[in-house]
């Protein structure tokens, strides 16, 4: 017990002094690359994560997944910490030693995240030399400790000509170490963050306005207590990406640059993309890890410059089919150029519902593409946009599992009821509510089939645009009391109807048909 204190202890002084030397890196030396032991072994964790384990941790956390991995990485480094304290005790130099290699793999995790450089070893190194030390010191204090619990026993002669330490006083005294280096990490995690908003109002910037604007019809939107508001606040908009931390980028000073398949390559400033002619688009992102029936789905009114007059600007060249689009920590995503070339809305997008982007959500500027899933288009933070080939490069996501192209599957998905929810009968009328999606094809009709009744077809709500998701409701006019089941399908303006075949997210995308059971009261 404690020489595993002891071990818990070294590693919570490590990561402690680490976790505020990389704060100051980060804050106050500006280092861009990843200082902190515990961001980039967590970083290196997410690039290595395998389809089955991302859709996995998606379906079971949803988007607290990064709580998860944080939660996750603290129960096994203090188990892994215990272990390597009480090897210690029986084998001083191997206990040692092999704290020390766990230190050089959190060193090399730093070297490998992009834009971390040699110096960015520094708060790591330090850290595991100082653990290392602790580590040692103490287990030579429970090695020599006296069980005070016990005073009749005579003490071991080792302990008295040492200068033994009560079992109290180690078990306090590891106990104090572990807590600071506990402290240590948090405030590492505070310092770094704390206070640090770049953004900016939309008046500070001086947003232009958009020379097309979108209003939502009254027709779009529902009134059912339960059903999905037709703009999903940026508040409450998922969030899916890999940061551990979210990038701060300010905009004075970002730019995005043009590169590869192009007849000039080009930089443009964030003051140059605001002097550009803006239009506002209404847009539903969605994720290609969306289970049937999940909401890793939000739609939102977007104000940007359309990506085809920069890339025109630049002169894609006739073999390019690519964009490979680059965040600042490195995430790429990769675009069928017709996507981004065609007459659709496809943006750089500055603001979400009339806000500039939160940070959250890519600030200053991310892409927005109708159609296709968030992670082969929705590239957030930004900076560069590659002009290249499929043949040549790929998205971060396509040598993990998945799909190269991902177009947006039509879906739909049963707002009201919830599973397991209860409807109150009005007039021996229940309603049930919704939403379809099938971004820049449009939805055709949506059918809902109570129990194993005939398919009935739902009404539609007002669709302003092909690009976004579409709401309807469906009054089931003789509902009976008692247990039921629902499902929905929706078809496309192709025609297509929503397959019953059910398949996972990976890789490229969930079918099947989302069901609900409820009660009639
Ligand atoms: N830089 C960066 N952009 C990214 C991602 C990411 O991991 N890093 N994830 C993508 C994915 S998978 C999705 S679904 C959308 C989600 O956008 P949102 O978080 O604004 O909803 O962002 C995309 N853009
Ligand atoms: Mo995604």
């Known amino acids: ?9 070294a590693g919570a002084a490590t990561l402690g002094v680490a976790e505020v030397l990389a704060a100051v890196w980060t804050r106050w030396l500006s280092s861009a690359g990843t200082s902190s032991p515990l961001l980039a072994v967590g970083g290196a964790f997410v690039d290595r994560t395998p389809p089955w384990l991302k859709d996995w941790a998606i379906e079971t956390f949803g988007t607290a997944d990064k709580l998860a991995l944080g939660v ?5 480094l203090t188990v892994a910490c215990a272990a390597l304290g009480l090897l210690t005790l029986r084998r001083r130099q191997l206990g040692a030693g092999l704290f020390g290699l766990v230190g050089v793999i959190g060193a090399l ?5 992009p834009a971390s450089g040699v110096l960015d070893l520094i708060p790591t190194v330090v850290g595991v030399v100082v653990g290392v030390r602790v580590l040692t010191a103490l287990r030579d204090r429970v ?3 006296v069980d005070a619990a016990e ?3 005579p003490p071991h002669p080792s302990a008295t000509t040492s200068g033994g330490s009560s079992r109290r006083g180690v078990l306090l005294g590891a106990g104090g170490v572990a807590g600071l280096g506990v402290l240590g990490i948090a405030a590492g995690q505070v310092l770094s963050t704390a206070g640090r908003t770049v953004q900016r109002t939309a008046e500070a910037l001086g947003l232009p306005t958009p020379t097309r604007t979108v209003s939502v019809p009254d027709g779009a939107a529902s009134d059912v207590a339960g059903h999905s508001a037709y703009l999903t606040d940026n508040e409450t908009f998922y969030r899916i990406d890999t940061a551990l931390r979210v990038p701060r980028v300010e905009a004075e000073g970002w730019t995005l640059r043009v590169t590869g398949m192009v007849d000039e390559e080009i930089e443009i400033s964030y003051a140059d993309l ?3 002619e803006h239009v506002e688009a209404l847009v539903t992102l969605t994720c290609v890890s969306n289970q049937v029936g999940g909401d890793l789905v939000g739609n939102a009114r977007w104000q940007g410059w359309p990506v085809r007059e920069l890339l025109e600007r630049a002169g894609v060249q006739p073999e390019a089919d690519m964009v490979l689009s680059r965040s600042v920590d490195g995430w790429t995503a990769g675009t069928p150029i017709e996507a981004l070339t065609d007459d659709r809305n496809a943006l750089l997008a500055v603001a979400m519902n009339g806000e500039p982007l939160p940070a959250e959500h890519g600030y200053p500027v991310r892409m927005v593409v109708p159609g296709l899933y968030g ?5 957030k933070w930004v900076t560069e946009l590659k002009v290249t080939r499929f043949d040549a490069d790929e998205g971060y996501w396509t040598p993990r599992g998945w799909s190269a192209r991902g177009p947006i599957k039509t879906a739909s998905r049963i707002d009201v009821p919830r599973s397991g929810g209860e409807l109150a009968p009005s007039g021996g009328e229940v309603t ?3 939403v379809a999606w099938a971004q820049h094809r449009g939805i055709e009709r949506v059918e809902v089939q109570v129990d194993d009744g005939d398919w009935q077809e739902a009404t539609l709500l007002e669709e302003p645009t092909v690009d976004s998701w579409r709401l309807w409701t469906y009054a089931w006019p003789d509902a009976s009391s008692g247990q039921h089941t629902a499902r929905v399908r929706a078809t496309d303006a192709d025609g297509q109807t929503q397959t019953e075949d059910t398949a996972p997210p990976a890789p490229d995308g969930a079918t099947g048909w989302h069901t609900v059971e409820f009660s009639v009261a």
Do not use: D, K, N, Q
């Open 1 to 9: 017990m404690p020489a595993a204190l002891a071990g818990i202890a």
């Open 72 to 76: 996750g990485m603290g129960v096994t």
């Open 109 to 113: 995790a730093v070297l490998s995240r």
């Open 143 to 145: 090695a020599h400790m």
């Open 151 to 153: 005073p009749t026993r």
């Open 274 to 276: 605001l002097g550009e």
């Open 375 to 379: 992670y082969v288009s929705a590239t």
């Open 432 to 434: 049930l509510a919704g």
